[in-house]
């Protein structure tokens, strides 16, 4: 008996957050935007988990943090490469959304 055919097919959809061609300047307002709000939701995870339990390391969020933290560094150098060559970038970036148990 094949369990693929058995298990029942996770419902995907996806969104189409960003789609176009910016100037470095429109694109570090828009991506470094996104990447302050998931620093802050992860800070405040970090915030709301210690606050009960000063011992809870936040391994998770923790490393998460410092994640974007070193996207946002390498978005900086991304953003003044394109600008020295005086050139617009085309981003793309689709959110898939997937349910699970």
């Keep these: 008996m094949n369990n693929s055919n058995n298990q029942q097919k996770a419902t995907i959809q ?19 935007a996104m990447l ?11 915030m709301r988990i210690t606050e009960g339990n000063h011992d809870d390391p936040c391994n998770h969020d923790c490393r998460r943090l410092e994640t974007l933290k070193a996207e946002v560094a390498r978005l900086r150098e991304i953003i003044g490469d394109v600008r020295s060559l005086g050139k ?12 699970v148990d």
Excluded: C, W
């Design 14 to 32: 996806s969104i189409s957050l960003i789609d176009g061609i910016f100037t470095p300047s429109d694109a570090s307002d828009i991506l470094n």
């Design 88 to 99: 617009k970038m085309n981003i793309q970036s689709t959110i898939k959304i997937e349910v």
């Design 36 to 46: 302050r709000k998931k620093i802050n939701y992860h800070n405040l995870q970090i």
